[in-house]
């Protein structure tokens, strides 16, 4: 729950700022219930938290990698500065802005280049509950933004690799079952569509169909038969439920 006034300024880098703006969220304890502004959340147009003077050089720390390894995800500003060793605060952006402008500058340019290439070059999570509207609101696999971006030669990307242990035990984010049906459902349409004697007289569905059509096209089918039975075995279940 958040309340502001309704009417955004924009920031250099393109993102909506309200004027006071408190993000409250419900938090319990033995004592009880109680609504907390969570950690740096309300700002006003230039950015200074809760009317106080611009923070000094101690707000930009490095980040809490444990956290983000299982965090995972983040939002555009919140990767560019973690790609830079920063942990991402309202406070660290405002004080890089201004006792190290040159360092800010590579921040904005460094998020110019993400928000412009989400839904392109780097991919997003879609439908993603805490989500808002443009690409500064999107949630992005921090792995993939960090494999990214060292294609780009972007430099200081080390610590972000080390953080995320991207060469030994990567983060990895877990399908939910609506996404697994998702994609059982789309492969199914496409069985259906393209590989002949795919369903029976009775509809039931043949994995030899599907294995005789791979053969077909000279190309090796990349799971095994008894795990393409299971999922058309998943895929007829679904077919039912959608039915009922």
Known sequence: MATRNPTPHTSTTGEPVWENETTLSLQHSPEGSELVAELDTTQSPTGVVDGASPPDLSSIKTPRWDHWYQRKLARPWQATLLGMNIEPTIKARLALKTYDPERYQLYTDRLD???????????????????????????????????????????GLEPMRLGLKLDN????????????????TMLDTIFQNWVGDYLNAKGDRSPAAVLKWFAAKEADCPIEEPTLRNWLNEMAGLEKKRKK
């Open 113 to 155: 280049i993400t928000k412009t290439l989400i839904g392109y070059e780097i991919s997003f999570l879609e439908d993603h509950l805490r989500e808002g509207e443009g690409a500064g609101a999107k949630y992005l696999e921090l792995a993939e933004y960090c494999e990214y971006t060292a294609k780009l030669n972007w430099s």
């Open 169 to 184: 035990s990567p983060p990895t984010l877990n399908l939910s079952q609506r996404q697994v049906n998702n994609y059982l």
